[in-house]
Every structure is written in C-alpha cells, then in structure tokens.
C-alpha cells in the first residue's frame, strides 16, 4: 500500500469521500447538535426560569447552526478536499503553529462534550438499571466506539440519521402525552418558572455566556466542519438550515414537559433531570423505556460525532486506520475520567467548554471572511483567550458571580481576534516602514 492509497483511505474514512447525501447529512447534523444539555438542560431551564430560560437556551441553539451554513458552504468550496478545521487553517497560514492551537481547542471540545454525554447518559442510566455509574460510563463508551470504528464517518452518519428519526417521534409523543395529563390547563403558570431569576438576573446567570458558548458551537466544533467536508458540496448551506429546524424540535419538547411541570407544581427532587422524573411519574411505563431509548440515541449520537470528529483529528499528523481508531479510544478514556469527577454537573461542565470553544471563533470568522491575519498574531491570540477567558469563567462559576461568568465568555471570544487584528496591523506597519527606508 503507498502513501497515497493510505491517504485516500483515511480520507474515506473521515469524509466519507465527500458524497455524503443532504438528507441524511442534515440527520446528522441534528442528532450531533442534539448533546446532554439538549434533553436536560433545556427542560430544567423550562421548569425553573419559564419561557424565558427556555427560549435563551433554545434560540441561540438554533441560530447557531444557520450563522454556521454559510461558512460551512464556503470553507467547502474553498479547501474542496479537506478533513480538518485545523488543516484547513494550518494551510491558510502556512504555520504548523496556528494548526496546532486549533487541534488543541478542538480536541479539548471532543473530549469534555464526551464527559458530559457519558455524565449524563451515566446517571440517568444508572438509576434506572441499578449498574454502578463508573461501569455505565463504560459501557455507553464501549457501545459508541463498535460501530464507530467500522467505517468512520458513514456509520456516524447513517446511524445519527436512524437516532435522528426515533428523537424525532418519541419528542412529538412526548409533548403529545404532556397535553393529555390532567390538570395542564394550568400549564400557563410554568410560563413564569419556579424560580426567582428573572430578566436581567437570568441574562446574566445564565443567558449570556450560554448565548456566547451556543454560537460558537459549531464554529469550535470538528464535529460539524467534518460533516461540512462529508456532505455533497453543493448540498452543505441547506443541510446545516435543514439540520437546525430538525433539531430545534427535541429541546422544545423537553422545555415544553419542564414548563407544564412547574404549571402544576410538580416538585422536582433534582431539577437537572426534572423532565426524568415528570415522565417516571405522570406517564405509563411504556413512555419511559421509549424515553430510555431516546436519551441513549441522542447522547450516543453526541460521542460517536466525537469519535469521528478526534479520528478526523488525529489525520492531521497520521492517516493511517490504526492512529485513527486509538485516538478514539484514548478519547474514551478522556471522557470517562471527566464524567466520574465528584461533584461536576452537567450544566457547569457544559457552560466551561462553551467558554473554550469560543476561544476560535472569532479568528476563524475573520479568515473565512477574506482577512490575511499574521499566523503569530492568530497563535498567541487563542492561547491568551484560553488563558484568559477560561479561568474568569471558572472563577465566576465557583464563586457564583455572573458577571464575571460573562466577562469570562466575552474575553474569549474578543481576545483571539483583537490580538490578531493588533498584532497583523502593527506588523503591516512595520513592513510598510522599512519598505520606505
């Protein structure tokens, strides 16, 4: 085997050749957005904050993958046999450095977005069978990673696709059920929520840095630009469009059963999983197995799109099958150690690496939008967002200040870039300078 079939053959096995089709690429994409906090998170921001907690998480959920199709088409166009985000921008600026930084951020993604999935999926999981959290996280990981391996991205794909379809259905049946209860009349009154947040104070706590971490989502995410490189190329805008209205419908069923229980004054015993409870005990038996169903299809969705996404990854330094399916399985390992940590949660693990993904964002923007930033200022740009932002963000949550939480989201977002932009302007004018002496 030469160097080119081993080329050719890691580059099957992560874009699928680039002949993915739109339908079952929009599929995918729904079911890889449709994460942990898609089921959880939504639902407890219904049932404690009403409309308004609902609609900060499900909005920018939404907006972010149709801000992402544009760039997605056009990054497409323009490295047409591409992998990786990171190749893509290691190539533009011709610097292993720049590429470097970015496979960092976007391994760090892969891997806390697989702890979550394994935290989640683990608890929910293990109260309901009996079998120890540690060994569940386990096996969700075992059973992602068998059919994962075989073919890379096509088995992600047409999986995620059959997740996709059985969300679909068992979300309509759900809010379908929810209506039948009786007593939901009084479902207006879960409009306002539980709690005392409101307006500013929810922006602040809540709002704003999930808004931040949301849109940059995808933009730091493999996971998505590997579906942008996999999908038909004239196909990639309307399947990520597509992609978003699929999934918006899942978190807005689970927001829909949080609301109505706090409209009835169902006291949750752990608001983290209130939709769990509700169903467990307003629904007939038959529901929950299907909801067990549902659950386990989006999260095991969610790791196999971060199997793929470190494989593709790994492609970077070694195209050969076997780096391939090892960084899978060191990703795994990753994940699992980070879901059994005491104490972590999944909307406090979900808001920190929304922080970290948002530390790109606004260098990518600036390259796909024509910009020629100097490869340093891109480098040192995203190392000082990631030193900067992510441990204000991680003050902020500990101490429970909002306003440092969304300090910490903006410096990440803004540092990367405003550096890059200074630091290319000053060595513009250092080149013009000794052009003219």
Not at 245 to 264: D, E, K
Request: glycine content about 10%; aromatic content about 12%; hydrophobic content about 50%.
């Amino acid at each position: 085997m030469t160097i080119d079939d081993r080329a050719n053959g890691s580059r099957q096995y992560n874009t699928g050749g680039g002949k993915l089709s739109p339908l079952s690429g929009s599929l995918s994409i729904a079911a890889a957005w449709i994460w942990a906090p898609a089921f959880f998170v939504s639902s407890e921001r219904g049932y404690l904050y009403g409309w308004q907690g609902l609609a900060w998480f499900i909005v920018p959920n939404v907006l972010c993958l149709l801000l992402f199709a544009p760039f997605a088409d056009k990054v497409r166009r323009i490295f047409p046999a591409g992998v990786t985000l990171s190749g893509f921008m290691e190539i533009r600026y011709k610097s292993r450095a720049v590429g470097n930084v970015y496979r960092f951020q976007l391994g760090a993604l892969a891997m806390f977005s697989t702890g979550v999935q394994l935290l989640a999926g683990g608890k929910v999981l293990s109260a309901v069978t009996g079998v120890p959290f540690w060994l569940m996280t386990f096996i969700l990981s075992l059973i992602a990673f068998s059919y994962s391996q075989r073919a890379g991205i096509v088995s992600s794909v047409k999986t995620n696709a059959l997740q996709m379809l059985l969300m679909l259905l068992v979300a309509v049946l759900a809010v379908a059920l929810t209506f039948t209860l009786e007593g939901t009349e009084t479902a207006r009154d879960g409009l306002a929520g539980v709690s005392n947040f409101v307006g500013w104070e929810l922006a602040l706590a809540f709002g704003i840095p999930n808004a931040i971490g949301l849109i940059s989502g995808p933009f730091g995410d493999q996971s998505f630009w590997q579906r942008a490189f996999s999908i038909k190329r004239k196909s990639v805008f309307k399947s990520f469009v597509f992609g978003a209205m699929l999934f918006a419908v899942v978190p807005l069923s689970m927001g829909i059963i949080g609301i109505v229980a706090g409209g009835i004054g169902f006291a949750a015993n752990d608001p983290s999983f209130v939709n769990l409870e509700f169903i467990n005990g307003y629904f007939p038996p038959w529901f929950m197995a299907l909801f067990l169903v549902m659950i386990l299809s989006g999260l095991l969705s969610s790791v196999d799109s971060n199997l793929c996404s470190v494989s593709s990854l790994a492609s970077d330094f070694r195209g050969d099958l076997k780096t391939a399916k090892f960084s899978m399985l060191a990703l795994l390992a990753c994940g699992i150690l980070i879901a059994n940590i005491p104490g972590i949660t999944v909307t406090g693990l979900f808001l920190f690496y929304g922080t970290l993904r948002a530390s790109t964002l606004f260098v990518t923007l600036l390259t796909l939008s024509g910009k020629r930033l100097a490869a340093r200022g891109v480098f040192y740009g995203v190392v000082l967002s990631v030193l900067v932002g992510l441990p204000v963000f991680a003050f902020g949550s500990v101490a429970d200040i909002p306003e440092m939480k969304v300090a910490g989201s903006v410096l990440s977002v803004g540092i990367s870039g405003a550096f890059a932009l200074i630091y290319t302007g000053r060595m513009k004018k250092n080149e013009d300078y000794q052009s003219k002496h």
